[in-house]
């Protein structure tokens, strides 16, 4: 069965620190991957997507991933957060017709 | 604009009463999908359909109905709704390669 585990409920950086936030998924086939941003009180943004390719996927935002197939994971980073990405990130797997989410981990930045 | 509206934004109700939570989208998509989101487990499928008048179930389909009779809309219906139904719904439009999110209705069921 498909899965994402984002095994951080919560993660608090300072602000200008790098961020790394952790995805780990399981599925049947090559895997469609994606990261999703909530701000608070709004819908869903999309930050990057992989489908093939360079394993590395810039997004927008200063995001980026990596994809790594032997370790199942596909973990976000940005070098320097800013306040404003104080917000709720969402891991997702899947195809056209669905996809299956993390439970999210939210993102505090202090000052 | 390509853009995924939902209607209403909020809604608080009581348990039994019928309620349609309206989805459209302006992108000629195909396929269409409803979420329903909750703490601590993110985002799960409900509902999903490949076009017009064909729809599945998706992880969590029970107490929902959904229709899709013209091809950009793609109403979610509670015809019994109950408090296990409170949750924050969204409508996705799915493109070739990624998935259009509608705003969210926020539902209350008392």
């Known amino acids: 069965a498909q899965s994402v585990t984002q095994p951080d409920i919560h993660i608090t950086v300072s602000e200008g620190a790098s961020l790394e936030l952790r995805c780990n998924y399981s599925y049947g086939a090559t895997p469609y991957l994606f990261w999703y941003v909530q701000s608070p009180g709004q819908g869903l943004q999309l930050l990057l997507k992989?489908?093939?390719?360079?394993?590395l996927v810039q997004g927008i935002k200063g995001f980026e991933a990596e994809f790594k197939r032997s370790q199942s994971s596909f973990n976000l980073r940005k070098p320097s957060v800013h306040w404003s990405d104080a917000a709720e990130y969402f891991c997702?797997?899947?195809?056209?017709?669905?996809?299956?989410f993390g439970a999210g981990t939210i993102l505090r930045v202090k000052s | 604009e390509a853009q995924v509206t939902q209607n209403p934004r909020y809604l608080i109700t009581v348990t039994g009463k019928k309620l349609t939570v309206t989805c459209s989208q302006n992108?000629?998509?195909?396929?269409m999908s409803w979420y329903r989101q909750d703490p601590g487990l993110g985002l799960r499928q409900i509902y999903y359909?490949?076009?017009?008048?064909?729809?599945d179930k998706g992880d969590v389909p029970e107490g929902y109905k959904v229709s899709r009779k013209e091809k950009r809309n793609f109403p979610l219906i509670l015809e019994s709704p109950s408090p296990n139904q409170t949750s924050l719904y969204f409508c996705a439009s799915n493109g070739r390669d990624e998935q259009f999110f509608g705003p969210g209705t926020r539902l209350t069921v008392l």
């Open positions: 997702a797997v899947g195809g056209i017709n669905k996809l299956v």
């Open positions: 992108m000629n998509h195909e396929y």
């Open positions: 359909s490949m076009n017009v008048e064909v729809t």
């Open positions: 992989y489908f093939s390719g360079d394993t």
